[in-house]
């Protein structure tokens, strides 16, 4: 099994897992609420927190680990 895709959610600007092994996001459920599981910068690194939130499948964005290091680092 690979890794989880990380997301950004574009309302709220967290980034996150989504709480499920696999995931189609499509234009048929727009409306259809997913549980993502933020991320946090705990000592120098990103670790899982236990926050969640209610996202919309319309509102995330897939994207690099890379990019979340960045922004939750400020690299």
């Known amino acids: 099994m690979g890794r ?6 574009i309302k709220t600007g967290n980034y996150g897992h989504l709480e499920v ?6 234009e048929s ?4 609420y997913l549980s993502l599981k933020l991320f946090e910068a ?3 690194m990103v670790e899982q927190s236990s926050a969640k939130e209610r996202v919309l ?3 995330l964005v897939e994207v ?5 290091q960045k922004a939750l680092l400020d690299f």
Request: charged share 20%; hydrophobic share 20%.
């Open 4 to 9: 989880k895709p990380y997301y950004k959610n």
């Open 21 to 26: 092994d696999t995931v189609s996001i499509t």
């Open 29 to 32: 459920q727009p409306n259809a």
């Open 42 to 44: 705990v000592g120098g």
């Open 57 to 59: 499948g319309v509102d």
């Open 64 to 68: 690099s680990p890379e990019e979340v």
